[in-house]
């Protein structure tokens, strides 16, 4: 769109720019052609547009994708952008904060593009909703203000680093692309602007950590940036011996440790006694026949390596919405890792009973104590459930979950409906076992 094509939308529909809304609207056309480019989109994929405004991006993504989501604030822009893709059937517009507007429906439309012109004021909150673990996104171009973009792009003892450039870099790896003067917005910013693009990391770059525990220490920590991260810290176990572990200066400030030290500093804290232990290889488990008797005893790894028929139990978490907890695999388990799978799951000990199993699992998994599984279906062994008799059951719960960082990399709640269509559009993306488990389910609590 064309400086005249942009004043022109908004006199048409009485919008004068908002600086409480971050109104700055790109009117170069060579350059919003050029951030698109770096999107590099396929035919296939699903863009997620922030921000899209009278549409200097949107013309150039439209005919590129599979689907495109524009979710606009401004309901006057909304009611344009509708307007003026009514005839593109893939177009979908959402009056809405991006700031809050819910992402999980993005996981049933992999892959997933995200681009935005992010307004000022909000941008590394949109970015937080968006780009958090687990997040549905593969892959973003994002123009802001410069200051932030170099806050994202900070490295230890720069003066932007901080919880913004860690809350980014611990899962994306950004790459600083171009800076665009005020000339290129109408109206001008007073300030530059910066497009930079994100890749997501390796799930497996670093040691396991807890996501969320790293987060709570992050934010603890530089809520006071100044003082020494000895006084930030939990009482457990001591400073002294924790600086020690990681050679680290006993009077280190939080600005001063780099990614791959915060994220050694979360594991040092990080209490679950199964945090670093993806599997256990040598637990003993019991050798069942295709009638569920027991014939023999050998350990995990051997029952696996010779695909013996034996024991499991996988559970379904219902909090009081109605909503199921699913969690990612680890990139670090020898079997299905980085798939999404039931709540909770694991064998059947040797001589342990089903029900026992269970609340195990959901113990060591999800630190949920105290509840009474239900069960609610039994699958026979087959090749897709790695030659497991499996028994499934159901619980009810809304607490707080804790996990063990080097089993699972996420969880997440999702409504049976979303799950239901995410499995039937991308069942590539669950463990083997876990499409067989959710059938049963489904049958047997049709309710859901």
Known sequence: MKP?????VLEDHDIHPSKALGQNFLSDENIARWIVDQLE????????????GTGAL?????????????IERDSRLAAYQRERWRDEPHVEVFQADAAVWDPRGLFAEGPVCFLGNLPYSAGGVILQNFLSRPSPISRAVIMLQKEVIDRIMAQPG??????LSLRIQKNWVPRYLKTIPPEAFHP???IDSAVISLHPRPSNWAIPYDDSLLDELMRRAFAQRRKQL???MPASPPWADVANQLTLSPTVRPEELSLEQWIRLAAAYDPNPLAAIPQQATELLDIVDPNNQVVGQATRQAIHDANLMHRAVHLFVRNKRGDVLLQKRSPWKDRNPSTWDSSAAGHVNAGESSIDAAIRELQEELAIK?????HIGSLPPTDANGMEHVDLYLVDYSGKCRYPAAEIEAIQWFSPQLIDTWVSRRPQDFAGS????WCVCRQTIPSF
């Not at 720069?158 to 919880?163: A, N, Q, R, S």
């Open 4 to 8: 005249r094509d942009i004043k022109a």
């Open 434 to 437: 876990f499409l067989a488990c």
């Open 58 to 70: 949107t013309e150039h993504v439209v005919p590129r994708c599979r689907k495109l989501i524009l």
């Open 370 to 374: 105290s509840v009474s599984p239900r």
């Open 41 to 52: 989109i396929t035919p296939n994929d699903c863009v997620v547009e922030v921000g899209p």
């Open 158 to 163: 720069d003066d932007g680093y901080g919880l």
């Open 230 to 232: 000895k006084k930030q």
């Open 188 to 190: 001008k910013p007073t």
